[in-house]
């Protein structure tokens, strides 16, 4: 198959330094791709050919609109023109995309959080849950951002559980602000990637908040997109105490990975339980993401898959024991 490009600059920044996006596509479809001035041949079986087309195709039109591309867009695009041939639910053409700023613009980068982007446009209440490195909180801090900078609603509050991750860290030294900044960083790392320097003003003027968890009790958000995240370290207490605060016109977002709490032995964990509890409740949606959804480091996915064996292999030895007795 030979696709036709008409601008040649574009077609060297599609290719990438050395060629590692063309390299990148081999290695994940299994063709041979080979440029020659605005031509691009590629080789290999039929249904590979066409979503290596696709892809090549959709990373072009992302250079039309002004974007730069990265090894980790050109993954994206491949793992959207997987899951069409996996003939899944259509997450739509493409890579979704929101706006979250005047020159920003946040794109879904697996079919999953194509996916998570619609339940958060039609549901109040949306859960995402799964292993660390899908995107769950970042995606869900890039869609508030788009909520404020279309003005569907007046404040963007972010929360978390204000618990140690294993260790214990004392008495930590400074003011409140200071002492809980180091548990909410990640929140102010996905803000600040998404929305650029405009946060700092926006976080100024209070339309843009972030506060451990406990400072929620008490209060009603309203006309407010709001965020929990790290939720498989709430209690059940917790849980139902920051699920009651949706107020008129907001809507809420609650991310965790039931398999990382941190929860002290024998609590009960309020993540699960939330999710039992509310299966069947009008409203309330829930985006499960696996190991597959991984859009970190490569070697992220490998890592997630090998603890999920383990603990399986755990569980199956701790069931055959309790047969023996």
Not at 6 to 16: E, F, H, I, K, V
Not at 56 to 83: Q, S, T
Not at 217 to 225: C, M, N, Q, S, V
Request: aromatic share 6%; hydrophobic share 40%; net charge neutral.
């Amino acid at each position: 198959m030979t696709l036709e490009f008409p601008d040649n600059q574009r077609l060297a920044a599609l290719a990438g330094a050395h060629q590692k996006h063309l390299v990148r596509l081999e290695q994940k479809l299994g063709v041979r791709v080979a440029t020659r001035g605005n031509l691009v041949a590629v080789e290999g079986a039929p249904d590979d050919r066409e979503r290596a087309a696709a892809v090549l195709r959709a990373l072009y039109a992302r250079l039309e609109n002004g974007d730069e591309l990265a090894l980790a867009d050109v993954d994206a695009e491949i793992r959207f023109a997987l899951h069409e041939a996996e003939s899944l639910p259509p997450v739509g053409v493409s890579t979704p995309t929101i706006k979250t700023a005047a020159s920003r613009v946040a794109r879904a980068r697996s079919p999953a959080q194509g996916a998570y982007l619609e339940l958060m446009r039609n549901y109040p209440l949306v859960f995402g849950v799964g292993p660390a490195g899908t995107g769950k909180t970042w995606l869900a801090a890039a869609f508030g951002a788009h909520l404020l900078y279309e003005r569907r609603v007046e404040r963007l509050v972010l929360s978390r559980p204000a618990l140690e991750a294993g260790e214990r860290l004392g008495f930590l030294p400074g003011d409140l602000k200071e002492k809980v900044d180091p548990y909410l960083r990640p929140l102010y790392d996905a803000l600040f990637d998404t929305m650029g320097e405009q946060c700092t003003r926006l976080m100024e003027s209070g339309t843009i908040e972030v506060a451990p968890l406990a400072f929620m009790r008490g209060r009603t958000l309203a006309r407010a997109f709001v965020i929990l995240d790290e939720a498989q370290n709430c209690t059940s207490a917790q849980m139902k105490m920051f699920l009651t605060r949706l107020g008129e016109d907001s809507r809420m977002v609650v991310t965790g990975d039931p398999s990382q709490s941190d929860l002290p032995g024998g609590r009960p964990e309020g993540l699960r339980e939330a999710l039992e509890t509310l299966a069947d409740v009008e409203g309330v949606a829930v985006a499960q993401f696996t190991d597959k959804d991984v859009v970190r480091h490569p070697l992220v996915t490998r890592i997630v898959r090998a603890y999920q064996n383990r603990d399986a292999a755990a569980r199956d030895t701790r069931r055959a024991h309790k047969a023996e007795e």
